[in-house]
C-alpha cells in the first residue's frame, strides 16, 4: 500500500520548513511507501526556490507549480489528479491541519472507510467574524443543497484511490470539494480535531476568495436563487389578486370615491407585475435544469459489483 500526501501552498516559505519537518517524522513513524505532493499555487515569495531545494533532498517530495495563483480547491484538484496512492490525505501545509492525525485517519482508513473527513472542533485564533460568516454559510448551504454537507468540514482528509477516481469524473470547473466529496458518497467517517492557529505568516484567503468560494457552493449545489423568481412572482401575483378584487370591491361599492382610471390602473400594474415575476420563475427553472445537464456530473457511481464474473450454470 501507498500513501499519498497533498499539500496546497501559496507563498507559504515561512511555515514550509516546519511543516515538512514535521510531516516527515510522522510519515516516517506510519512505516509505509509514500509521497508528498506540495502543490505550489502561483507563489510569489521563495516558495517555490524551497521546494526545489527541498525536493533535491527528499526523495518523497513532489512538487506541483501551477502557473498563477489559481486556489486553494483548483490547488486540491491539480495535487488529487497527480497523486498515485492507494490512500490519499489532503490537508493544508500551514500546520493548522495536525500532521500526528495522520496515523488516526489511517486507521479508520484500514477500518473501512473510504472517506475520512476531519471536522474542526474549535480554531485558535480564528475572529467572531470568520466564525459567524462559516456558521451562515453552512446553514445556507445545507438548507439550499440537497446533499448534505457536513458542518465545519475541513479540507483535511483521508480518500481511498476509488474516491480519487470518482471525483475525477465530476468534471466541473467550480469546484467545492467539500460538496463534490459529499456528494460521491460512499462510507465515511469522522475524526474530530482542535485546530491551532497558524504557524506562521498571514492567511491566504482573502474576504475576495472567500466571497468566490461561498458563491461557487452555493451555485454548484443548489439552483435555489434560479428558482427564488417564481416564489417571489407566486407571492406577488397572490397579494395582488387580492389587492385588485379590494380595488374593483371599493369601485363598486363606493362609486366616485376614487379618480377615474384608478382601478384599471391598479389591476394592471399587479396583473402584469405577477405575470413578469412567474415567467421569470419559468426561465429560471429551465435554466436550472440546462445548468443541471451541463455540469455534466455521473448519474451514479458504483462502489461495487457483486457476481458479475459467474457464468450461470
Ligand atoms: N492556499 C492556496 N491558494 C490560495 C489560497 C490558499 O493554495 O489561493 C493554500 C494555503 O497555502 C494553505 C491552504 O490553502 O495551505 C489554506 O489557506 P489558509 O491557511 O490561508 O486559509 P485559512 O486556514 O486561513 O482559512
Ligand atoms: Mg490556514
Redesign the pocket.
Known amino acids: 500500500m501507498k500513501l499519498s500526501v497533498v499539500?496546497?501552498?501559496?507563498?507559504?516559505v515561512e511555515v514550509l520548513p516546519l511543516f515538512c519537518a514535521q510531516l516527515r517524522d510522522v510519515l516516517a513513524a506510519v512505516g509505509e511507501p509514500y509521497e508528498v505532493l506540495l502543490?505550489d499555487?502561483g507563489s510569489r515569495d521563495g516558495t517555490a526556490a524551497w521546494l526545489r531545494e527541498e525536493a533535491a533532498r527528499d526523495p518523497h517530495l513532489r512538487v506541483i507549480r501551477l502557473a498563477r495563483?489559481?486556489?486553494?480547491q483548483v490547488?486540491l484538484t491539480a495535487g488529487l489528479d497527480h497523486a498515485s496512492g492507494d490512500a490519499v490525505i489532503t490537508m493544508?501545509?500551514?500546520l493548522?491541519h495536525p500532521p500526528e492525525l495522520i496515523p488516526t485517519l489511517l486507521e479508520r482508513w484500514r477500518e473501512g472507510a473510504q472517506i475520512v473527513y476531519t471536522e474542526r472542533l474549535d480554531t485558535a485564533g480564528v475572529g467572531p467574524l470568520k466564525r459567524l460568516t462559516s456558521r451562515l454559510f453552512y446553514g445556507l448551504i445545507n438548507r439550499a443543497s440537497a446533499t448534505p454537507i457536513p458542518l465545519n468540514a475541513a479540507?483535511f482528509r483521508l480518500l481511498d484511490r476509488q474516491v480519487v477516481d470518482s471525483l475525477q469524473r465530476l468534471p466541473e470547473r467550480a469546484r467545492f470539494l467539500r460538496g463534490l466529496i459529499a456528494w460521491v458518497g460512499y462510507q465515511q467517517a469522522v475524526v474530530p480535531f482542535r485546530a491551532p492557529a497558524?504557524a506562521a505568516g498571514?492567511?491566504?484567503?482573502t474576504f475576495r476568495?472567500m466571497l468566490r468560494f461561498a458563491l461557487d457552493a452555493v451555485t454548484s449545489f443548489s439552483s435555489l436563487p434560479l428558482r427564488l423568481a417564481s416564489y417571489f412572482g407566486f407571492a406577488v401575483s397572490a397579494a395582488g389578486a387580492v389587492l385588485g378584487l379590494a380595488t374593483v370591491a371599493d369601485y363598486l361599492l363606493r362609486p366616485g370615491r376614487n379618480e377615474p382610471g384608478y382601478t384599471t390602473i391598479v389591476c394592471l400594474i399587479l396583473l402584469i407585475g405577477g405575470l413578469q415575476l412567474v415567467s421569470l420563475g419559468i426561465i429560471g427553472e429551465y435554466i436550472a435544469r440546462i445548468y443541471e445537464e451541463v455540469k455534466g456530473r455521473p448519474l451514479y457511481l458504483i462502489r461495487e459489483t457483486v457476481g458479475f464474473e459467474q457464468t450461470a450454470p
Do not use: I, L, M, W
Open positions: 499539500c496546497p501552498a501559496y507563498n507559504e502543490v499555487d495563483n489559481f486556489g486553494h490547488a493544508d501545509s500551514d493548522q479540507d497558524r498571514q492567511t491566504k484567503y476568495k
